[in-house]
């Protein structure tokens, strides 16, 4: 494995050959960023190479200073004469798989990655390669997940029950990714919408890149009382912890939207009423389709149940290893949004303009792969 073309370091994931990393969980010079989750971006470095759509969203998490590089999907770029292109990973606006070319080998990043079509990002490419580099965050058989549309018909069935019963609708979803899929899905003309400030920034960057989203209001004291007993608020799960921020609402049923809410246990830990099990990530037999379909002879598991993963695909007569990451899959949930909620605190309205954008160049004309300042 010493000459592998990617190789987990101290830094992060690391190509030697090329000079460059991925996702890295420590500073670096050159950063090729899958997607802008925290566990997956992270500030310091000085250059960061992600989608056009993925760069609004990783320009809210990185230095001001920070020079962003957006490489169009499916557009090669040469780093140190190893071709670096990325393609959709279908997890959240924006993110993308990572494919590293070098002498005739292949490997691909995934990332994270789901396979069911979303309306709110790019659809998963599947990228033949030697190495796949895959994700296990739900590598377990128990995780199978229906049909989005079940979901959201449920969603909006506890949302007119609540309001039936003079309840505030109060559903929490990861701030960047779940919140907006989730604000895509349901029924908005069943009444008026709330979003936390957490949210509110990520909807606005979906918006600024064309993702249709309902019309929404922000959830202050005023809002919050107006539509008491009415309302759907999408929340943070951070804000779950804070009793004052939910009292606003009056009478409340709360839910929780993720994979993990497959399992009875997670609901009961996380306090709430409702779980829809609604996930931004490939489920057990998803991963299964995706890893066989690359057609990748190496399998390298990164996050999640990995040794399930990895044993299941040994059994299977696959070479499949475990890389060892600091990436944290949907339990990241909460560190993410303890950081956001902090940006909550300092009152985000719906002003905030885009100028950072200014900060963000095409590939062409970067100089990613150049060690010049
Ligand atoms: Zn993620
Ligand atoms: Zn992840």
Redesign the pocket.
């Known amino acids: 494995m010493a000459d592998a073309l990617l190789q987990v370091t101290e830094r992060g994931l690391y190509c030697a050959a090329g000079d460059f990393y991925i996702d890295p969980w420590q500073p670096v010079t050159r950063a090729v960023i899958t997607h802008a989750?925290a566990?997956?971006a992270r500030p310091g470095s000085k250059r960061y190479l992600t989608s056009p759509t993925g760069a609004a969203m990783l320009r809210l998490r990185v230095d001001s200073y920070a020079r962003i590089v957006a490489q169009p999907f499916g557009e090669s770029l040469h780093v140190n004469g190893v071709r670096v292109s990325l393609h959709p990973a279908g997890h959240l606006l924006g993110s993308a798989q990572v494919r590293v070319e070098h002498q005739g080998e292949v490997w691909v990043v995934s990332g994270?990655y789901k396979t069911e079509v979303d309306a709110t990002c790019e659809p998963f490419e599947l990228v033949p390669c030697h190495t796949f580099i895959t994700?296990s965050?739900f590598g377990l058989p128990i995780y199978r997940w229906r049909p989005q549309s079940e979901i959201f018909t449920d969603i909006n069935q506890w949302w007119q029950q609540n309001q039936a019963q003079g309840r505030t609708s109060i559903l929490f979803a990861y701030a960047l990714g779940k919140a907006q899929r989730v604000l895509a899905g349901v029924d908005a003309t069943l009444g008026p919408i709330l979003i936390h400030g957490a949210v509110h920034r990520f909807v606005h960057a979906y918006r600024n890149a064309g993702i249709v989203q309902p019309t929404t209001l922000y959830a202050d004291s005023d809002a919050a009382r107006r539509y008491r007993g009415e309302a759907l608020v999408i929340a943070p799960p951070s804000a779950a912890g804070s009793s004052g921020w939910l009292r606003k609402f009056g009478p409340t049923s709360l839910a929780f939207a993720s994979g993990w809410m497959r399992i009875r246990g997670a609901r009961r830990r996380r306090a709430v009423d409702r779980g829809f099990v609604l996930s931004d990530h490939a489920d057990w037999d998803g991963l299964l389709t995706t890893i066989r379909a690359t057609g990748a002879e190496r399998i390298g598991v990164t996050?999640g149940y990995t040794s399930t993963l990895v044993r299941y695909l040994v059994e299977q007569s696959m070479d499949a290893f475990v890389m060892l990451t600091r990436?944290e899959?949907e339990t990241s949930g909460d560190a993410i949004d303890n950081e956001d909620a902090a940006q909550d605190a300092s009152g985000i309205t719906g002003d905030e303009t885009m100028a950072d954008n200014a900060m963000i160049s095409d590939a062409s004309a970067s100089s990613f792969g150049h060690d010049e300042e």
Request: hydrophobic share 0%; proline share 0%.
């Open positions: 989750h566990d997956h994270d994700e965050t996050h990436y899959g």
